[in-house]
């Protein structure tokens, strides 16, 4: 995850850099994306970095310009929209962070593409494509590399070659390491790790399961989802993954997160590959549907569905409220994975989701937080955030966490700041030590 101070050090920024490139203000749009795809694979081939949009594209550094991007070009970076079209032409695929960005100081705003490095396996193109005017752009089979004189192409010179099979290599030693690490450990797993998923592909997987259980005619939901799964091939028996669920069962006053079902309601069913429940009711006059699932490989999803958008759409996402719910969430992962009995340094995936979102603003109910609606109209069709990160972080840092993620989440939204990370985390940390624990 990418901080505040990071942000500003891109921004305020001016000379560019391997791991780091200025481009003018554009649009992600048919013209210009995929050009943007070749430099993101490049980056990301070349161990990771950083692409600010906002900047005009003089060739002396000491001359370039902070212009920021303009509303209409903006509107066009949906983080869903943009990782999606970078992942129909990149394979595996790559997890980039897109964060929109407006500055306190000239009241600009940004684009900064946050781009991973590409692990034990670089990234190649797996499709070719031709501009409009038959150029071609992006070649089926190339390997793009970002090298040390800032150019992103086709990967030619050895000495790039060699800094990128080292690279993987020793990606894929501490794979080998933590491996050997949970075998002498006396773990009763010893997984053979697979090449990265896409977090929202997964969402999306999960979400076709949880429709067989919607009820009938309750369209035009706005929900929350949030899917987390293990880096690799694990399995686990269902007496451990029940235990480890009872154990997240936590009643965080008032409204349960988990597999947590008030009495007279449907208990949580037994699948051959999955445990799962479900509840659909009556909650503050909205109709109300929660559905949670824990596949024996370690992948979690939870979905919240409530019917404001077949009246009136919610007009603001409340990001106090937000960051509690975050928060229960990142607790009872917390709880399931390491009753499960993994090591802390396990890698996680993780994505939040808001949807349908288009037109949401950010506010608060919040006294404290209050202070009118504080960013544009939400222009994409969703809002979400993917990040990697240690079963450490969630058992021991969970207010900084969920704090980080709402956050991102309101910058994505081109929200102007006011509502601080420190009282986020605050409002989290109060509201977690009220949770009272529950045996389903």
Same mark, same amino acid.
Not at 105 to 134: A, F, N, W
Not at 193 to 217: C, F, I, Q, V
Not at 399 to 421: E, F, P, Q, R, T
């Given at each position: 995850?990418?901080?505040?101070? $990071? ?6 920024? !001016?000379?560019?850099?391997t791991d780091l490139d200025y481009k003018k203000?554009? %649009?992600?749009?048919?013209?210009? +994306?995929? @050009? ?23 060739? =002396?550094?000491?001359?370039? !310009? !902070? $212009?920021? &991007? ?7 970076? =949906?983080?869903?929209? &943009? ?13 980039? =962070? ?49 090298? +040390? ?5 086709? #990967? ?9 099979? %080292?690279?993987?290599? !020793? ?22 790790? @697979? ?35 293990? =880096? ?32 007279? +309601? ?8 999955? #445990? ?29 569905? $409530? ?23 990142? $607790?009872?992962?917390?709880? #399931? ?13 993780? %994505? &939040? ?28 069709? @969703? ?42 985390? +605050? ?14």
């Amino acid at each position: 995850m990418i901080d505040d101070e $990071t942000i500003n050090r891109l921004v305020y920024g !001016r000379f560019e850099r391997t791991d780091l490139d200025y481009k003018k203000d554009i %649009a992600w749009d048919k013209e210009t +994306k995929y @050009s943007l795809i070749k430099d993101v694979m490049a980056f990301a081939n070349a161990g990771g970095g950083y692409i600010v949009v906002g900047w005009d594209e003089q060739q =002396d550094e000491e001359s370039k !310009r !902070r $212009t920021g &991007v303009t509303p209409g070009n903006m509107d066009t970076w =949906d983080a869903t929209k &943009v990782c999606k079209d970078i992942n129909n032409f990149c394979g595996p695929g790559l997890d980039v =962070d897109v964060i929109r960005h407006e500055d306190d100081v000239e009241s600009k705003r940004y684009v900064i593409l946050c781009i991973p490095s590409h692990g034990d396996t670089p990234h190649l193109c797996i499709k070719e494509k031709h501009d409009s005017k038959q150029q071609l752009v992006l070649r089926l089979g190339a390997l793009y590399f970002r090298s +040390k004189n800032k150019e992103c192409k086709e #990967i030619s010179d050895p000495h790039d070659y060699r800094e990128l099979i %080292a690279r993987c290599l !020793r990606a894929r030693k501490e794979e080998l390491l933590r491996d050997f690490k949970d075998i002498l450990s006396g773990q009763s797993f010893a997984p053979v790790r @697979s090449t990265r998923k896409d977090p929202l592909a997964e969402m999306d997987k999960h979400a076709k399961l949880a429709e067989k259980y919607k009820p009938n005619g309750i369209e035009g939901l706005v929900f929350r989802e949030i899917v987390c799964f293990l =880096d690799g091939s694990w399995t686990f028996d269902s007496d451990k993954v029940k235990n480890a669920l009872s154990v997240a069962c936590v009643d965080y006053r008032g409204w349960p997160f988990v597999f947590y079902l008030p009495n007279g +309601k449907v208990p949580p069913q037994f699948a051959n590959d999955m #445990i799962f429940a479900c509840d659909n009711e009556q909650w503050e006059g909205r109709i109300k549907f929660d559905y949670w699932s824990f596949s024996y490989d370690g992948a979690f999803y939870a979905s919240n569905l $409530t019917d404001e958008s077949m009246k009136n759409k919610p007009e603001m996402l409340d990001a106090v409220l937000q960051v509690k719910l975050v928060g229960e969430a990142v $607790t009872a992962l917390g709880r #399931i994975y390491s009753s499960l009995g993994l090591p802390l340094d396990t890698e996680l995936e993780i %994505a &939040v989701r808001y949807s349908p979102f288009t037109g949401v603003r950010v506010g608060s109910v919040s006294d404290y937080a209050s202070r009118g609606y504080n960013s544009p109209q939400f222009a994409g069709d @969703s809002l979400s955030h993917r990040f990697t990160g240690r079963l450490s972080e969630l058992c021991n840092s969970c207010a900084a966490v969920s704090a980080n993620i709402v956050m991102l989440l309101l910058a994505k939204m081109g929200y102007d700041g006011h509502i601080k990370k420190v009282y986020l985390e +605050k409002m989290v940390s109060e509201h977690l030590s009220k949770g009272r624990h529950i045996n389903p």
